[in-house]
């Protein structure tokens, strides 16, 4: 059975803030990420207002907390889909806009 360790909140960069509650009725939780004792890196939490120039780092994981490789993924953002990387740590945005940008259901197997 899989032990779910606590989540950490991450330094968002390049003016990436959290997607706050005054924006929604609804509470979102902060960018943060957590792995579990499979290895598995879990992200969650919404950002909005950074940089969208490509690539521009959003946050970066520390070591222990990145994939083995470059990882490429898709996310969704408020004009629908947005795609990212994460290169050496930093989880950076390639594609999309930054109404909010969302890291929900974003896993990968970290590093050994």
Known sequence: MSVTRAWTNATLLNNWVQYDLTDTPSSWPAPSFRKDDLGMVHLRGLAKLGTT???????????????????????????????????????????GTNGWFSFNGISFLAEA
Do not use: E, K
């Open 53 to 95: 120039t490509s690539p521009t780092a959003i946050f970066n994981l520390p070591a222990g907390f990145r994939p083995n490789r470059s990882h490429i993924g898709l996310a969704l953002c408020d004009t629908g889909v947005a795609q990212f990387d994460i290169v050496n740590g930093n989880v950076r945005i390639i594609a």
